[in-house]
């Protein structure tokens, strides 16, 4: 494989053989996969990844199994460079300042970029023609299925429904992938701060954290969320959302202790969380010495698109651009 200094940090691994979608992107303040090494597992059904730009991230996507899988980029396929590294593996380098490493193995997973689709099959059969001879190696046409900016919708046609345990083998500051609706994800941290941002009407196990305050952020305010005491140290925070047409229950487990627990109008901790629980609500927290009205949930800002009405232009011929902005989530 490609050589790097970065060591892997988390791994991931999908659990059962239905399909999975998640989000290794994270264009929010304080919110980083920079510098990080992050191993993807997958199983027997479709795994499906959206991979932003990270400076230096190295993101393992060699073992995903059987199916034909989706990795979903942010640039075009010219934005990339590669290494053949041994018989059928090979590794994506983005060019510019982000400089991110893609590991990947030849076969049927599909490599989805802004400007079409190549299977990881074609791809590396032209890095191996371009090593051999570069003058007469062609590269593949992308075509079908696009990516965009994050973030963006489940592919049509899918339904993710599994469990994916992320696990957290070094003692650095780390965000995790964000689950969504549908994938159910189990998080063992370490003695680092661990980020993890819960999707609207994701599901997050989040009571093995381990030692450091981490930061579990929620899209929802306060007042939004059903709470749970389970035993003596455990919460379950829970609300029914709409997600892209389709009912979810969120919910969140986590542990009473120094962890923060972020929401879209304010911050406290697990601990005063815990014991501001009333007759199935938190009633009180605002009103707690940890309870932070500055410290609120990033939001993914508005994006623009730019459509060309016509890309194979003639000298002197014009194309009309059109501009579509987004509106900011939250």
Same mark, same amino acid.
């Given at each position: 494989?490609?050589?790097?200094?970065?060591?892997?940090?988390?791994?991931?691994?999908?659990?059962?053989?239905?399909?999975?979608?998640?989000?290794?992107?994270?264009?929010?303040?304080?919110?980083?996969?920079?510098?990080?090494?992050? +191993? %993807?597992?997958?199983?027997?059904?479709?795994?499906?990844?959206? #991979?932003?730009?990270?400076?230096?991230?190295?993101?393992?996507?060699?073992?995903?199994?059987?199916?034909?899988?989706? #990795?979903?980029?942010?640039?075009?396929?010219?934005?990339?460079?590669?290494?053949?590294?041994?018989?059928?593996?090979?590794?994506?380098?983005?060019?510019?300042?982000?400089?991110?490493?893609?590991?990947?193995?030849?076969?049927?997973?599909?490599?989805?970029?802004?400007? &079409?689709?190549?299977?990881?099959?074609?791809?590396?059969?032209?890095?191996?023609?371009?090593?051999?001879?570069?003058?007469?190696?062609?590269?593949?046409?992308?075509?079908?299925?696009?990516?965009?900016?994050?973030?963006?919708?489940?592919?049509?046609?899918?339904?993710?429904?599994?469990?994916?345990?992320?696990?957290?083998?070094?003692?650095?500051?780390?965000?995790?992938?964000?689950? +969504?609706?549908?994938?159910?994800?189990?998080?063992?941290?370490?003695?680092?701060?661990?980020?993890?941002?819960?999707?609207?009407?994701?599901?997050?196990?989040?009571?093995?954290?381990?030692?450091?305050?981490?930061?579990?952020?929620?899209? &929802?305010?306060?007042?939004?969320?059903?709470?749970?005491?389970? &035993? #003596?140290?455990?919460?379950?925070?829970? +609300?029914?959302?709409?997600?892209?047409?389709?009912?979810?229950?969120?919910?969140?487990? %986590?542990?009473?202790?120094?962890?923060?627990?972020?929401?879209?109008?304010? /911050?406290?901790?697990?601990?005063?969380?815990?014991?501001?629980?009333?007759?199935?609500?938190?009633?009180?927290?605002?009103?707690?010495?940890?309870?932070?009205?500055?410290?609120?949930?990033?939001?993914?800002?508005? /994006?623009?698109?730019?459509?060309?009405?016509?890309?194979?232009?003639?000298?002197?011929?014009?194309?009309?651009?059109?501009?579509? #902005?987004?509106?900011?989530?939250?």
């Amino acid at each position: 494989m490609a050589t790097s200094s970065i060591t892997t940090s988390s791994y991931y691994y999908v659990l059962n053989e239905d399909a999975v979608f998640m989000d290794f992107a994270f264009p929010l303040e304080g919110l980083s996969f920079n510098a990080r090494g992050i +191993r %993807f597992n997958g199983n027997n059904g479709v795994d499906a990844i959206y #991979l932003g730009a990270a400076t230096d991230m190295v993101f393992d996507f060699s073992n995903t199994q059987s199916q034909a899988d989706k #990795l979903y980029l942010e640039g075009a396929l010219s934005d990339y460079t590669f290494t053949v590294d041994g018989f059928k593996t090979f590794s994506l380098q983005r060019s510019g300042d982000s400089n991110e490493t893609i590991l990947l193995t030849k076969g049927d997973d599909l490599l989805i970029f802004s400007d &079409g689709s190549v299977t990881t099959e074609e791809f590396f059969t032209y890095a191996k023609a371009y090593e051999a001879d570069s003058s007469t190696a062609v590269a593949p046409t992308p075509s079908g299925e696009t990516s965009s900016a994050f973030p963006i919708a489940v592919p049509e046609g899918m339904t993710p429904n599994n469990q994916v345990y992320a696990y957290i083998t070094e003692e650095v500051d780390s965000t995790l992938g964000i689950a +969504r609706p549908g994938v159910t994800m189990v998080v063992s941290g370490n003695n680092g701060v661990d980020s993890i941002y819960v999707s609207e009407g994701g599901t997050v196990d989040a009571k093995n954290t381990q030692g450091g305050a981490d930061l579990i952020y929620l899209t &929802g305010e306060v007042g939004d969320y059903a709470a749970a005491k389970e &035993g #003596l140290k455990t919460v379950n925070l829970t +609300r029914t959302v709409t997600v892209e047409g389709v009912e979810h229950t969120e919910s969140v487990y %986590f542990n009473k202790g120094d962890d923060i627990v972020v929401f879209a109008n304010g /911050s406290a901790t697990a601990s005063d969380i815990l014991d501001s629980i009333s007759n199935g609500a938190i009633t009180a927290v605002t009103s707690t010495d940890s309870w932070d009205a500055t410290k609120t949930t990033p939001f993914p800002g508005p /994006s623009v698109t730019v459509t060309a009405s016509d890309t194979a232009l003639l000298a002197n011929e014009t194309s009309t651009l059109t501009f579509e #902005l987004s509106e900011a989530l939250g």
